[in-house]
């Protein structure tokens, strides 16, 4: 792996991280307002350094690059996958084995939106590692029967936002003799908040059901199915 690649390897892990800091950790002074901006300005410079870099290190990559830049739109479905239970896809390469990628669509939590990048070993087909934020939206007012220390009960919730930091890897098989493909996806989904629900009407759950809450709420394994259409 030459010097671009390493560098570029270095933005697929670190930009969605450094991004999510930026955006969602609280800001309390002026200084710390100015220095994320920075940060923000300093990862997108980076990132299109690296792009150049590529193609002087490899001269092969003008060619590679032209050939391969592909936009991507598909569905996807799984357990905590980055477009939900059910969703859409989209997809576009940057580089010559890098791509931005996105998704959204109803989880299990509300709904979910995520952002990420991928690094492929053989762009478009075969294997893709992943890096990913996904945001799911919660919901207001839901009612989910549950046992209580009052016994079982109509509880009434409020499901607040979450966020998770998403790790995983994708295989891509050619389907036809156009650019679609199928994937599999499964990896690791890494939860930002515990006990993200408001109880509204006082009852009080058990630990069976707190347990149950838990495993319901954003975060755990990863593992999911897509169709994507080259376009």
């Known amino acids: 792996m030459n010097r671009a690649e390493n560098t570029a390897l270095f933005y697929l892990f670190a930009a969605p991280v450094i991004t999510y800091a930026v955006l969602f950790l609280p800001m309390n002074t002026l200084i710390i307002k100015i220095s994320r901006i920075l940060v923000l300005l300093t990862l997108s410079l980076g990132f299109h350094q690296t792009t ?19 936009l991507y739109v598909g569905i996807a479905s799984g357990f905590e996958s980055y477009a939900g239970i059910l969703g859409v896809s989209l997809e576009g390469n940057v580089a010559h084995n890098f791509s931005l ?68 890897a994708q295989h891509h098989w050619k389907i036809g003799n156009k650019n679609n493909r199928f994937n599999v996806e499964f990896g690791i989904s890494l939860g930002f908040k515990s006990n993200a629900y408001v109880i509204k009407n006082g009852y009080t759950l058990t630990q069976t059901s707190s347990t149950a809450m838990a495993i319901q709420q954003p975060g755990g394994l990863v593992g999911g199915i897509g169709f994507t259409f080259g376009k």
């Open 52 to 70: 150049v870099a590529q193609v002087y290190y490899n001269p092969d990559a003008v060619k590679a690059i032209t050939d391969e830049s592909k």
């Open 101 to 168: 990628y996105a998704g959204v669509g109803l989880g299990g939590w509300g709904y979910k939106l995520s952002g990420g990048m991928k690094f492929y070993k053989s762009y478009p087909y075969k294997w893709a590692y992943c890096v990913s934020i996904s945001h799911a939206t919660g919901a207001k007012d839901v009612k989910i029967r549950l046992e209580t220390q009052s016994g079982t009960q109509q509880v009434q919730m409020e499901l607040l936002p979450v966020q998770t930091l998403n790790i995983t």
